[in-house]
């Protein structure tokens, strides 16, 4: 089976709900098991590939995803784009819980993940170009839909993404801060990484969920989760206009993303 279009749930959006003719299956991959079984059903007029990042029952945290398992199953079923939905705390009076922020730029503060699919067992090293992470088609048409929509967003951020699964201290969380970071979550890298090394385009969808610890009460799961709930319609409109809007053929250069990468 085949998809165009690769969706990844985070926190809050487990549900695959929005695809209709649906069919579950799980992908083999030489790097393990995806987090869980792909769900393949019609979106927008597409088919289009559904994964729960951290499983069904958010069961696997930030460190232990197996990212490189879950890009390269969507590579075999053919994914050309993955819209990656996410939840992410504030750094900015402005970006505030029920915004969306469709990140452009991240700063990579993870330490325990692998992040290219090029190791010593392949024989060469991948020096991938990440300058611009996202996919400048895909990211251009989620800021118009959401504008459409009429939904409340901010069309750039700068995602700080922390190894997790501890939230930050108040030092920390003032240092991204005067890095010039915007939100802080702790999923983006490396999967936006292996993403551009498979050559599939990739953008992001951020809800925010809370103020970190700089601002108010420290966060804690279940203000991510309410707030989450109570925005995940918005995120799933989103997605769905998205797939219908966009057309069959990249106008970017991400299938392209290889060319001049090795030595």
Known sequence: MQAEFGVIGGTGLYDPKLLKNIQEIMVDTPYGNPSDAITVGELGGKTVAFLPRHGKLHTIRPTDLNVRANIWAFKRLGVKRIIAASTVGSLRED??????????????????????????????????????????QLHKTVIEVAENLKIKMHPTGTYV????????????SKMYQQWGADIIGMTMVPEVVLAREAEICYTNISTVTDYDCWKEHAVCVD?????????????????????????????????????????
């Open 223 to 263: 203000d991510i989760v309410t707030t989450m709930r109570n925005n995940v319609e918005n995120v799933k409109r989103i997605i769905a206009e998205t797939v219908a809007k966009t057309p069959s053929e990249c106008s970017c250069r991400c299938g392209h993303a290889l060319t001049g990468a090795f030595a």
């Open 95 to 136: 970006y505030q819980p029920g915004d969306i922020v469709f990140a452009d730029q991240f700063i990579d503060r993870t330490t325990r993940r692998e992040q290219s699919f090029y190791t010593v067992a392949e024989g060469k090293v991948c020096h991938i170009s990440v300058a611009e992470p996202m996919c400048p």
């Open 161 to 172: 993404c922390i190894e997790g699964p501890r939230f930050s201290t108040k030092a920390e």
